[in-house]
């Protein structure tokens, strides 16, 4: 008797095995049956959420903290329409997902049938690449592209949308090691006379700054990075997801720039007179006014992805290429400048404008955030939802170690942070991993709860509860006569009890000398999940802020005296 074919769904999931993958977050339903029963007889585990964006994130959080491809699994129609918001994020953020996607039959595509959704379109320019598929025999090349696409050059996530009798039909193609992906190149070394150029132009800085971002995460130059801050003798900025690329406790490192950045981050910023970009996309969140930025410095951008290049400023050099690879051959090149005077100037500013934060008037979530560093000491890995709670995350959670730091930038993805945290937890079982979200982005995906407490994951959760939308409140009161509309979280549910409904151990924080006795308490526990309210005071701002469209040299310190006109044109 002849052995019975392999199926579509059944060669899926074996390609997936071939990957490394560990495992597949994702949710079932009618289309997709044809995959997830294949996974029953896989190595790969798969980890059922309770929604479809709730698994991209995850596969986004293993993704980020381990380099590798996060996947997730999806229906069709609605199941796949659920994961856009993932897969911006994820794009924004050039993280390396994969999306399997459950499709209705061939013949009925194009008819409106139940739970059909066209969702290669929809999601066409939140994708890095996509693929439907249409012939079983295509599987193991498009699912060996679709990693390969992922994970190499900028990386990003990829779609593939599966119809059912594909998945559920023969497959009777082999496996293969090569690729044909002829208009598909990845840059590597920067030119000799680009980095001849830049090489010139660092040793003969007075003033030079490092700003390094996401890219020089990925491409894992953390320490190229650190040994060019350290022979050039320059000071070091990030974005905020750069945070990590350099230990943040290093003499050299100013914390973060930009809108929410330090103090002295910014005003090193506006003083430098050669500003080096490792991969770092010059976002509007670090420029502020555009024609107001760094003016009389010259600018450099290393970048893997050449569509960068211009595209917000215009550099003095261009180095298209590898990040570590292209600060590794730059620090063989440059000579060490006299930069001790401008090294004592930053270290002027640290003094005069440190962090600060009351410490009267009740719990802040400054000394929350403060003590839950003292506690780590920079060697947990966080993730974060996004608002005030993330800015003060970044500000005064000092990250000490790459793929440490795991935050939603360019989406600004509410409902990112708890389910990231679970992903990354799944891909590093013996680190400490806390979530930090505030009150209104946690509610967004908090039905994962039962996703971390089925699996006893010891990931921690910390919830700054003040009762508000805070940074949207933030602005209304800054720019909109402080008319508050629609940022009251009226009807939060008591967050303690609702972890208790899950299984889930709850602690709560209400004065700050409880915080270290129960953020220890949490830290400790290992036996499942843990949740920690803290219940901050509602009406607290982040500062420094440099208001939207405003220059970098226009940051705010601290609360305004004179009404601030509205931001135009920008959020």
Not at 2 to 22: A, F, H, M, Y
Not at 105 to 130: M, N, R
Not at 205 to 213: D, I, K, M
Request: charged share 20%; hydrophobic share 40%; net charge negative.
């Amino acid at each position: 008797m002849d052995p019975k074919p392999v199926t579509g769904g059944e060669k899926l999931v074996q390609c997936l095995e071939r990957e490394g993958v560990e495992y597949v977050f994702g949710l079932s339903g009618g289309a997709a049956i044809p995959i997830f029963d294949a996974l029953v007889d896989s190595k790969v585990k798969l980890v059922l959420t309770r929604h479809e964006q709730g698994a991209t994130h995850m596969a986004d959080g293993y993704a980020r903290s381990t380099g590798k491809a996060g996947v997730a699994l999806v229906t069709s129609g609605p199941g796949a329409t659920n994961t856009v918001t993932g897969l911006l994020t994820a794009h924004m953020d050039s993280s390396p997902i994969v999306v399997i996607c459950g499709q209705q039959t061939l013949p009925q595509l194009g008819k409106d049938s139940f739970q059909e959704a066209d969702v290669t379109g929809i999601t066409y320019s939140v994708v890095k690449h996509s693929y439907l598929v249409k012939d079983a025999d295509d599987i193991p090349r498009v699912m060996q592209e679709a990693f390969h696409l992922a994970t190499t050059g900028r990386p990003g996530p990829v779609l593939i949308d599966v119809p059912k009798d594909v998945s559920q039909g023969p497959c009777t193609a082999s496996f293969s090691d090569e690729l044909d992906l002829p208009g598909y190149t990845v840059p590597a070394r920067g030119s000799a006379e680009s980095l001849q150029e830049t090489a010139r132009l660092l040793s003969a800085a007075e003033r030079p700054l490092l700003y390094v971002g996401h890219g020089a995460i990925l491409s894992g130059a953390s320490k190229a990075v650190t040994t060019l801050a350290e022979k050039l003798r320059a000071p070091v900025v990030t974005t905020l997801l750069g945070k990590g690329a350099m230990d943040e406790t290093h003499p050299l490192h100013l914390g973060m720039m930009g809108m929410h950045g330090t103090a002295y981050a910014n005003k090193a910023v506006v003083d430098c007179d050669l500003i080096l970009s490792i991969g770092g996309r010059w976002d509007d969140r670090i420029t502020g006014r555009v024609s107001e930025f760094c003016t009389d410095a010259v600018k450099i951008h290393i970048d893997i992805d050449a569509a960068e290049f211009n595209k917000v400023i215009q550099p003095d050099v261009a180095i298209l290429g590898d990040a570590r690879l292209v600060v590794e051959d730059l620090t063989s090149q440059i000579e060490m400048a006299d930069t001790a005077p401008w090294l004592a100037q930053c270290e002027r500013w640290r003094r005069q404008y440190p962090l600060r934060y009351p410490k009267q008037g009740g719990l802040r979530p400054q000394h929350v955030l403060h003590r839950l560093d003292a506690l780590t000491q920079g060697e947990a890995i966080l993730t974060t939802d996004v608002g005030q709670h993330q800015m003060w995350a970044a500000q005064f959670c000092r990250t000490r170690s790459a793929r440490h730091w795991i935050s939603s930038g360019g989406a600004g993805t509410m409902g990112f942070g708890f389910p990231a945290a679970i992903g990354a937890q799944f891909a590093n079982p013996d680190s400490k991993v806390w979530a930090i979200v505030g009150d209104g982005g946690f509610q967004m995906t908090q039905a994962e709860l039962a996703t971390a407490q089925i699996h006893k994951l010891p990931v921690k959760c910390l919830i700054i509860n003040n009762n508000f939308l805070g940074m949207v409140r933030q602005w209304q009161e800054m720019f909109f006569d402080n008319r508050l509309s629609g940022v009251e979280l009226e009807g939060n549910p008591d967050f303690v009890k609702l972890a208790q409904a899950f299984g889930v151990k709850g602690l709560r924080i209400r004065r700050p000398a409880d915080a270290d006795r129960i953020l220890r308490e949490a830290h400790e526990y290992d036996e499942g999940p843990c949740v920690v309210v803290a219940e901050v005071v509602k009406e607290d701002n982040v500062f420094p802020m440099i208001p939207a469209g405003a220059a970098v040299s226009e940051m705010l310190t601290e609360p305004p005296r004179h009404k601030l006109a509205k931001p135009e044109g920008s959020t």
